[in-house]
């Protein structure tokens, strides 16, 4: 093993290592002791290097907040003012994999790469899209990313309109996903799964400038952070890029994003849902049944 349980390493204790035989790999866990966050480095012989930062987003509406995040962070920022590095990003890297992605629970934005360089730059790029975005102070991301009014002529009629609006209109289009929607709110209506983290259609228009960027404060914060380090790597540049650049400008705190657990479950019962079809198709054969069942959290 490289490290000890208890060493600093540019602000990052080791708390816990371990091989793990099934991957060929060295893992530690870490906290970074200044701003609270946490990270999981596993060392291996893998030229294809991953990176990736966490950030555990439990929303309790169905604005779309965390979804709509994750959109506008990566539409410039502190050290990249540009209108879209993302897509600047995916065409001149060496990238194997650069993503982001809204669950229930969290948010995640992963790269991975074989160049070394690049491995860096994107790592740079995607710390500094997530603590430092252009949308704090630009009101017009969120209207891009998340909706507007759009009226094309006065005598035209007002509409929403806006990235993930679509985005959302379309996911929430087929019959499956009204079904897994709806099967989700009253299964576990008290928790962050019984609403829909990538937005209604029909709430995400009533989601403000001032909730934004206060979901950001709130989240967006190193010690509700999970940073993961996978290949072979200079694990010695690069913790201390992420502290010197980063880590070390905030303090911990605590940030509440627990995920409760539903309690009681609900009583079974049946649920009916509604879905469109269009005009001249027959109503014949379109219902659908499910039946689902909510498990226990662990199973002995
Ligand atoms: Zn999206």
Redesign the pocket.
């Known amino acids: 093993m490289k490290f000890n349980n208890g060493d600093i390493i540019h602000g990052f204790r080791v708390t816990n290592l371990s091989h793990i035989q099934e991957v060929d790999s060295d893992a530690y866990l870490m906290q970074h002791e200044r701003s609270g966050a946490r990270l999981l480095y596993l060392a291996n012989n893998d030229d294809n290097k991953v990176f990736f930062i966490s950030f555990r987003t439990t929303p309790d509406n169905s604005k779309g907040t965390p979804?709509i995040m994750?959109?506008s962070t990566l539409c410039g920022s502190r050290k990249f003012p540009l209108k879209e590095p993302f897509v600047e990003l995916a065409k001149g890297s060496l990238n194997t994999f650069l993503n982001a992605i809204?669950w229930p629970d969290k948010t995640m934005y992963p790269i991975a790469s074989r160049n070394d360089k690049d491995f860096h730059n994107l790592m740079d790029v995607y710390l500094d899209a997530v603590f430092y975005p252009d949308c704090l102070k630009n009101p017009q991301i969120l209207m891009q990313e998340g909706w507007h009014y759009e009226l094309d002529n006065v005598d035209a009629p007002l509409t929403y309109n806006g990235?993930?609006y679509n985005?959302m209109k379309g996911a929430l289009s087929s019959p499956e996903a009204i079904m897994e929607d709806k099967a989700m709110e009253e299964l576990f209506p008290d928790t962050t799964y019984g609403v829909e983290s990538?937005g209604d259609p029909e709430v995400i228009p009533t989601l403000s400038f001032r909730e934004f960027s206060e979901f950001h404060r709130r989240f967006y914060h190193p010690s509700n952070s999970y940073i993961y380090l996978y290949g072979d790597m200079d694990i010695d540049e690069t913790l201390k890029f992420i502290d010197q650049e980063y880590l070390s400008h905030f303090d911990a705190r605590n940030v509440y994003s627990a995920v409760k657990t539903q309690s009681p479950l609900p009583k079974r019962k049946i649920v009916e849902a509604p879905f469109g079809i269009s005009e001249n198709e027959s109503l014949e054969k379109k219902t659908i049944h499910a039946l689902y069942i909510a498990l226990n959290d662990h199973i002995t």
């Open positions: 979804h994750e959109h809204t990235v993930v985005e990538g």
